[in-house]
């Protein structure tokens, strides 16, 4: 299995900031996932960040709002603009399988975010 | 907690008896279903999967069955036990490579009575 940390585990912003938040894997990776987990909610998926092009963004989901990098094969960041206090939020980062064959993924601990 | 599944549907069953959750999914083009776990403050945990080609998996407690003809997917855990509260995902993929996205459905809670 993969290893996956996230920096800040939480944080509480004030509205009209932005925060960016890290994800590192212990191993690289081709395709790694960004969530939103929205209170009491199910996880809906953000963007996939592939390493060397733009990350694909889902319906409802714009890169000036939730800019991606993906440096590297072990980490990336997205990061939440002009916040609200509907960005409030768990941010989950997510991996494909490593090295056991494709099917399983593999997340991340979470970002709370509070905007206030 | 993190307040994770606080609004969800809740299953309610004794310790030691068998928990069963439902989930429907809407994509008859999925190829890969996966059962996750979530606890309180944590990302989700991979349970079991199983394949679109497949009707039941087996795991160590834990046994899938997915029903095609009426798109229903189903995790079943034997002698439920307190460590097994917690909120639980179904989720679909189509295709098998790694940009394959996973599209998550929504959740159960599953609450243990001693």
């Known amino acids: 299995s993969a290893v996956i940390s996230q920096k800040p585990s939480r944080d509480i912003c004030q509205r009209g900031t932005s925060l960016t938040i890290q994800c590192q894997v212990d191993s690289q990776v081709t395709m790694m996932f960004w969530y939103r987990q929205q209170p009491g909610q199910s996880l809906t998926l953000i963007a996939t960040?592939?390493?060397?092009?733009?990350?694909?963004?889902e319906s409802g989901f714009v890169i000036d709002k939730f800019p991606i990098s993906r440096p590297n094969l072990t980490f990336s960041t997205l990061t939440v603009s002009n916040m609200s206090p509907e960005d409030s939020s768990i941010y989950l980062c997510?991996?494909?399988?490593?090295?056991?064959?494709?099917?399983?993924?593999?997340f991340g601990p979470g970002t709370r975010l509070t905007v206030t | 907690g993190e307040n994770v599944g606080l609004h969800l549907p809740t299953l309610s069953v004794q310790e030691g008896d068998n928990s069963i959750i439902n989930c429907a999914y809407s994509?008859?083009?999925?190829?890969?279903f996966i059962w996750y776990k979530q606890e309180s403050g944590k990302g989700p945990q991979f349970i079991i999967d199983i394949r679109s080609n497949m009707d039941k998996r087996q795991g160590q407690r834990v046994t899938v069955l997915l029903n095609k003809t009426v798109k229903h997917l189903s995790l079943q855990i034997a002698a439920t036990q307190p460590g097994d509260s917690a909120v639980y995902f179904c989720a679909e993929k189509i295709g098998y490579s790694s940009a394959s996205k996973i599209i998550f459905g929504s959740g159960t809670r599953l609450s243990i009575r001693p």
């Open positions: 994509n008859s083009a999925s190829d890969y």
């Open positions: 960040a592939n390493q060397g092009s733009e990350a694909t963004y």
């Open positions: 997510s991996v494909d399988g490593v090295g056991r064959g494709l099917d399983e993924q593999y």
